[in-house]
């Protein structure tokens, strides 16, 4: 079974603070993603990885920023974290070229910007 | 851009069945996917369809794809309580563009 987990359930940071949320997956997958969800949004993308240090932005990359510098590994970073970024945070992993590319989701990180 | 909408809301009773729709506008999707996300879970991947096809069936769920309306529906038969969970339909127009709808909480009443 694909395996995403992430490093924190809940956190809770203060305004301007630097945050990293971390994921990594155990499958070998070359694409890994990050998304947030919000109420009556759904979830949106924000950066996008498809291999060892590429990244590519997604629809909502505006204070945040990634890397990628292991395969499994894909770290989401809040440079000052603001307000409107409590949300929940999902990682997920992807293999590329695969007969579906199926997206396989961690269990999510609820952040908290005080 | 890409547009899936849902609706936000579905109550149920237990044992009934459950149909959850979804309409997307990209008329160019290769994969249609339902995920289930259970409180304080991430995203189960359900089921998916490919879009050459108009049926799935798994077990309990049924996906239909209208392609021509652009038009998704899953439906869950006998539905349970374990089944209360807010789904996710998702559209996937390239190999890393997946447009996800607001969700659909699906409620069952015992």
């Known amino acids: 079974d694909v395996k995403v987990t992430q490093s924190s359930r809940y956190l809770v940071k203060r305004t301007g603070e630097k945050v990293f949320l971390e994921c990594v997956q155990d499958?070998?997958?070359?694409?890994m993603f990050w998304y947030r969800q919000d109420p009556g949004l759904g979830l949106r993308l924000i950066y996008f990885?498809?291999?060892?240090?590429?990244?590519e932005k997604g629809d909502i990359p505006e204070g945040y920023s990634v890397s990628r510098e292991k395969k499994e590994r894909f770290s989401l970073i809040l440079e000052s974290a603001s307000t409107n970024q409590t949300s929940m945070y999902l990682c997920?992993?992807?293999?590329?070229?695969?007969?579906?590319?199926?997206?396989?989701f961690g269990p999510g990180t609820r952040l908290t910007v005080l | 851009g890409e547009d899936v909408e849902q609706s936000l809301f579905l109550s149920v009773r237990e044992g009934d069945s459950s149909v959850i729709n979804c309409t997307y506008t990209d008329s160019s999707s290769t994969y249609l996917y339902w995920y289930k996300q259970e409180p304080g879970a991430g995203l189960q991947l359900l089921t998916y369809?490919?879009?050459?096809?108009d049926m799935k069936q798994d077990q309990r769920l049924t996906v239909l794809l209208n392609k021509k309306d652009k038009h998704l529906s899953l439906r869950i038969a006998d539905t349970q309580t374990g089944d209360s969970a807010i789904y996710f339909c998702?559209?996937?127009?390239?190999?890393?563009?997946?447009?996800f709808g607001t969700g659909t909480r699906l409620t069952v009443i015992p």
């Open positions: 369809i490919f879009s050459n096809m």
């Open positions: 499958m070998d997958h070359e694409n």
């Open positions: 997920a992993s992807a293999e590329a070229g695969g007969s579906t590319d199926t997206q396989y």
């Open positions: 998702a559209e996937q127009t390239g190999a890393n563009n997946l447009f």
């Open positions: 990885s498809y291999d060892v240090k590429m990244k």
